[in-house]
Each structure stands twice: as C-alpha cells, then as structure tokens.
C-alpha cells in the first residue's frame, strides 16, 4: 500500500536551516506531486510548497518563497524540503503528502516531522 | 489567520448529527474548485476523509458526508460515535494565490 514515511524530529538553533526527508513506497514516485505542510503546536494546517515529481515544477506559500527548498531523488523515490533561517515561528510538525494541483485532494499524509527551533 | 473559514468548535451527543461548515471565497471555492475534508484524530497525522465535496476513500464510513453551495461547503457527520472525535479540516485551491488552502479546523467533542 501507499506510504510516506518521513525523517525524525530535529532541534535547530535559530538561523540555521533543516532539512525534512520524505520516502514514498507502493506507487509509482512520478504518478503525484509532493506537497508540504506544517503545523504549528495547538494550530491547524498552514501549505508550505509543493513539487513535480515528474517535471521539478514548484510552487510556494509566498511567505516561504525565499526559504523553502524542494528537491526529489527519484532513484530512491524520496522528496527533500529545507527550510533555512529558522526562528521559533518555524517550530511545528512538517507533513508531506501526496497532491496534484489544483483540485486533487492531498491523498497520503507521512507521519510527520517535529522541527524544534530553539536556542 | 486561515483563508477559508471554519467554527472552531462543535459538539454532540452518541448518535445524533452534526455539521461543520466551510466557507472559502470567490477565488476558491466560489470559483468551482474542489472541496476536500481530513479528519486528524489525537496525536495523529491528518488523514483524507471526503474528496471531491461528497466522495469518500475506501474505508471511510457512509456517517461522513459532505455538500457545497456557492461560496461554502458543509461535512455531516450522523450516528455520532466516541472516536469520531478531533479536528476537522477542509481544503480547496485559491486561483489567487495559486496555494492550497485550509479552513482552520473545528474540534468535534462527543459529549
């Protein structure tokens, strides 16, 4: 069956920049996007970026256009977003999932990462 | 602060029914985009629950339903039941700010 599985919780100092890994099993990695969101503590759900898994195609929430990087490895069917000059703002869970803009729902949800930004 | 709109809160008893609205704008769901709920049960990851306004996943009971008009959507959630409990989100695209919106989510208590 379809499963995002992503990287672990990080604690980033403020400034820095982190990196959140998505692996993706039981579909064909080119078949939907990858989409971001985040959640911070006690708050709903906020869209970060999304990204082609066929053609590199991006789009960003334009509070994140300048910080957000997406990258994909299709040999390993893995997306990649960091985020860099983090501040505690930045401090939330970070989902990734399955989506193909517009009007597809985000079908697949991975289980979350917990980014802590902190000095 | 979210682009579309949802109550926050809402709250039933064991079997009864109850709705949860969505209101997004002339540029998403006004627009004729879909509507999308995800249902997030404690501590866990959001997960699809109606697509499309009123279909649902394989696995997601005939108690979930979903409706839109004009600029708003509702999910009807009947035969309340204990692990219904959480937070619901709906979803749609915004042609202005070429995202992915969401409501703000409304916490479902069964009383």
């Known amino acids: 069956q379809v499963q995002l599985v992503q990287s672990g919780a990080e604690v980033k100092r403020p400034g820095a920049s982190v990196k959140v890994s998505c692996k993706t099993f039981g579909y064909s990695f080119n078949s939907y996007g990858i989409t971001w969101v985040r959640q911070a503590p006690g708050q709903g759900l906020e869209w970060v970026a999304w990204i082609s898994t066929y053609n590199g195609d991006t789009n960003f929430a334009q509070k994140f256009q300048d910080r957000v990087t997406m990258t994909t490895d299709t040999s390993t069917s893995t997306a990649y977003m960091e985020l860099k000059d983090l501040t505690s703002d930045d401090t939330a869970v970070y989902y990734c999932?399955?989506?193909?803009?517009?009007?597809?729902?985000?079908?697949?949800w991975g289980q979350g990462s917990l980014v802590i930004v902190s000095s | 602060q979210s682009v579309q709109t949802q109550s926050p809160s809402v709250s039933g008893a064991p079997g009864q029914r109850v709705t949860i609205s969505c209101t997004g704008s002339d540029s998403s769901i006004g627009a004729g985009f879909d509507v999308h709920w995800y249902q997030q049960l404690p501590r866990a990851a959001p997960k699809l629950l109606i697509y499309d306004t009123n279909n649902r996943p394989s696995g997601v009971p005939d108690r979930f339903s979903g409706s839109r008009s004009g600029t708003s959507a509702s999910l009807v959630i009947s035969g309340l039941q204990a692990d219904d409990e959480g937070i619901y989100y709906c979803q749609s695209y915004d042609i202005s700010l070429r995202a992915a919106v969401f409501g703000g989510g409304t916490k479902l208590t069964v009383l």
């Open positions: 999932a399955t989506w193909l803009p517009p009007n597809s729902p985000l079908e697949y």
